[in-house]
């Protein structure tokens, strides 16, 4: 193999020394300024797709529950977006009461208590009550793994 690779150096060479000066000196000056600038964009793009964003959503949460309640019925995306949007609303208003609530009571940490002290002020009658539980069942879930 190492006697193939001593050959091809040598042909190009050859193929180089038939070369006139002034193909040479045009080959030299045209190219170089129109080789750079295209490999600059494209590195300006290829930045680009290696610094783009991961937007996280609750879609694929969404889904789960629309299958595990009603599992022949499906969602479009402008009803799943909506969804994530009221989720997204949900979770601000959660955690801007809980914070309220902690300074209020003059702790440094939001727990699990303030949370559901939040759920009974925000929701009403029934649906707070379920909260609660399911909450109460997911903590509890996750202290005994």
């Known amino acids: 193999m190492a006697a193939r690779a001593e050959k091809k150096p040598a042909e190009k060479k050859s193929t180089e020394e038939k070369k006139t000066v002034a193909e ?6 045209k190219p170089k300024a129109g080789k750079k600038l295209p490999k600059e964009a494209n590195a300006s793009v ?9 937007v ?3 879609k694929i949460y969404i889904f789960k529950v629309l299958k595990q309640v009603h ?4 969602i479009s995306s402008k009803a ?3 969804m994530n949007s009221f989720i997204n609303d949900i979770f601000e208003k959660l955690a801007k009461e ?9 702790k440094p940490t939001i727990t699990s ?9 925000m929701l009403p009658g029934e649906l707070a ?3 609660v539980s399911e909450g109460t069942k997911a903590v509890t879930k996750f202290t005994s793994s």
């Open 98 to 106: 809980s914070s309220r609530l902690v300074r209020y009571n003059k």
């Open 113 to 121: 208590r303030e949370i559901q002290t939040v759920m009974r002020l």
């Open 80 to 82: 799943m977006g909506i």
């Open 129 to 131: 009550k379920h909260t």
């Open 56 to 58: 996280e959503t609750y």
């Open 24 to 29: 040479k000196a045009l080959v030299e000056t």
């Open 71 to 74: 599992p022949d019925i499906e």
């Open 46 to 54: 290829d930045k680009k797709k290696r610094t783009k964003k991961s």
